[in-house]
């Protein structure tokens, strides 16, 4: 019988990627989305579709339980259900840790702990590095989060380890992108428009994993049978801005591209508006302070080698590589964007 395999979370960027990845290393693929989820990257036949309502605990229960047959469960569950972004912490603390809790301990209640349960955490779990000699994050990195984003994180990860017998894998990835992202999306349309915009003047080192690289890793974790451990997701190396630029342009094929560095205080003041005007109208702003402190952070650069030894994590997508696969999809998408406009 083939593995069972659970995506929660499954209708975002990464998701899809997931769910694809499952098929292909012959998983029975079972994706979780709510009803109004968008199912536009989740189109191969071969998923099966469980619906859950996170704010109603008792259905989310009787869904999960109906889902399999009795006596039946999932190998491997990966939990990718997040927010990065909300109108005020309510919600971060809603999304990115009550809805954990519910969901595992439904789990608990039906008897369908899985084998294997990997979180979807974040770098900005950890916090502020090392601004002075730039030591990479690593594992021994205390947690201080200074993100209610990330405050979020490290409450959801601790609840994890509190939990009697759970078979958690914690993954803390840096920055995610590839096709269909949207946040270095805007980076790569700005500089497709000869603008390249960065935050304050001091050195800073910036890290980055495609997705393809990150969906390997958590199937290579799951195979290598670890367990209660956390792990930094990262490309093994760093890049300033300039050499993230001009990576960008080169598979553009723009020629020239005007850097433009923001001084901190007035990105704060902007991103301090930003957030209250759409707090105001109860939606959240892609620009806000926890944006802006991570904007603000200096070293992102990373250690990952208690992932090389523990499941052989080895990224096959360099900066290059990456952006390259990104910036085709982009363009055809403007292609596509462009030949609709004209039918109209």
């Not at 859950?52 to 259905?59: G, K, M, P, R, V």
């Not at 009697?164 to 428009?193: A, C, W």
């Not at 800073?204 to 209660?228: H, P, R, S, W």
């Not at 806000?288 to 994590?313: G, H, L, P, T």
Request: net charge positive.
């Amino acid at each position: 019988m083939s593995k069972k395999l659970l995506v929660v979370g499954a209708g975002g960027f990464i998701g899809g990627f997931i769910a694809e990845e499952g098929l292909r290393r012959g998983f029975e693929t079972y994706v979780a989305v709510r009803e109004s989820t968008s199912r536009r990257y989740l189109t191969d036949s071969r998923l099966h579709f469980v619906v859950l309502d996170y704010d109603n605990e008792e259905a989310m229960t009787q869904s999960l339980k109906e889902a399999l047959p009795e006596g039946e469960k999932w190998d491997f569950i990966i939990y990718n259900l997040g927010a990065t972004k909300c109108a005020n912490f309510f919600f971060f603390n809603l999304i990115n840790y009550t809805y954990l809790r519910n969901f595992v301990e439904a789990l608990h209640a039906i008897d369908k702990v899985p084998n294997r349960f990997l979180y979807m955490s974040s770098l900005s779990a950890l916090g502020m590095g090392d601004e002075k000699n730039y030591t990479p994050i690593s594992s021994k990195t205390i947690p201080n989060p200074n993100t209610r984003y990330g405050l979020s994180k490290i409450k959801a990860e601790t609840y994890l380890e509190t939990v009697e017998n759970f078979p958690y894998i914690i993954f803390r990835p840096t920055g995610v992108y590839g096709p269909h992202e949207q946040d270095y999306l805007m980076m790569i349309k700005s500089i497709d428009s000869h603008f390249d915009f960065g935050v304050g003047y001091r050195k800073q080192l910036l890290t980055f994993i495609y997705v393809e690289d990150l969906v390997n890793a958590m199937f290579d974790a799951y195979e290598a049978g670890v367990v209660k451990k956390k792990y930094i997701i990262s490309e093994d190396r760093s890049y300033t801005q300039k050499e993230f630029r001009s990576i960008v342009a080169r598979e553009l094929g723009v020629k020239w591209v005007v850097p433009m560095k923001l001084p901190l205080w007035i990105v704060y003041i902007a991103s301090f508006v930003a957030e209250k005007w759409a707090a105001a109208q109860m939606r959240a702003s892609t620009l806000n302070r926890d944006k802006f402190k991570i904007m603000k952070q200096r070293n992102w650069s990373c250690d990952v080698s208690e992932a090389k030894r523990d499941f052989n994590f080895n990224p096959q997508f360099s900066l290059e590589k990456g952006i390259k696969a990104t910036v085709e999809a982009y363009l055809e998408e403007k292609k596509r964007a462009k030949e609709n406009k004209k039918k109209k």
